[in-house]
């Protein structure tokens, strides 16, 4: 049973879809991706989700609630992260963490997220006087104070340095590992393939494609390139023959052949049989920007 099912949602403003019949379910203990470029309609679609934008049409159900009608079962059940503009300026980091503690039944230990978060040296500072970093940090733990069963992350990591970004990935692995399902909203490529189990890739308020990050890549045209300079010149005769080549291009010297795995293997064997060798050697396989810009991009331009 999916735990968040969207069906043929549909949401206009001023009489524009932005958010164009999507439909997507996601399943419980799943780190769910959306990824799309800037006005692609993904912050619209969590937000109805979270109950906060009411659909034109279509279905919203997130364990069988309707995020509309059922809200306060809702709110036990569902982390929502924070906008910066939603808590008080002169609240401090464990105030906030007491406060938003006290609205649920059986809240998480507050003391032990601080700590998770990197926050414990924070506790009495104000909420004003905190870095951006330190903010977002602050918006992850409130989202969890409540033990959720679902949590809702738009941009879980936007502004956070290198460092509290990889410590942020690893907690949200560990709230997958504890049981939650995690919905995840991010431009962060790198942050998409390595926690999202699945990503649904939107464009201009569709989605465009659903699949694991390596699904997506594979159906990336980009493949796999082979670069090199061999060390006596190979005729087209040889190359020919290649399995699975898109394309071969020469350069200066340089041989750059487009293809899979197959079509690597197939090059190393010819260099060897006809005994050249291949001078500065690089194998690069697509990654999940190429897949992303691809399936992004806007072909009427
Ligand atoms: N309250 C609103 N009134 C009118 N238009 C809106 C409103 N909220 C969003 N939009 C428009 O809807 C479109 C989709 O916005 P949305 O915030 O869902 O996109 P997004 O994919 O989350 O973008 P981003 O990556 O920039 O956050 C945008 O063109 C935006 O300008």
Redesign the pocket.
Known sequence: MPIIEVNGLRKA??GRP?VDDVTFAVEEGEIFGIL?P????????VECVEGLREPDAGAVRVAGLDPRTDRDQLTRTLGVQLQESELQEKLTVREALELYGAFYPDPADWRGLAERLGLTGKLTTRFGRLSGGQKQRLFIALALIGRPRVVVLDELTTGLDPRARRDTWKLIEEVRDSGVTVLL?T?FMEEAQRLCDRIAV?KQGRVAALDTPSGLIRRSSGGTVISFAPSRPLDDGDLAGLPEAATIERRNGHLTIHGTDTTVNAVISLLARHQITARQLRVTDSTLDDAFLELTEDREN
């Not at 800037?38 to 679609?45: D, V």
């Open positions: 403003y001023g932005v799309g800037n006005g692609a309609g993904k912050t619209t679609t909203v431009h939107f």
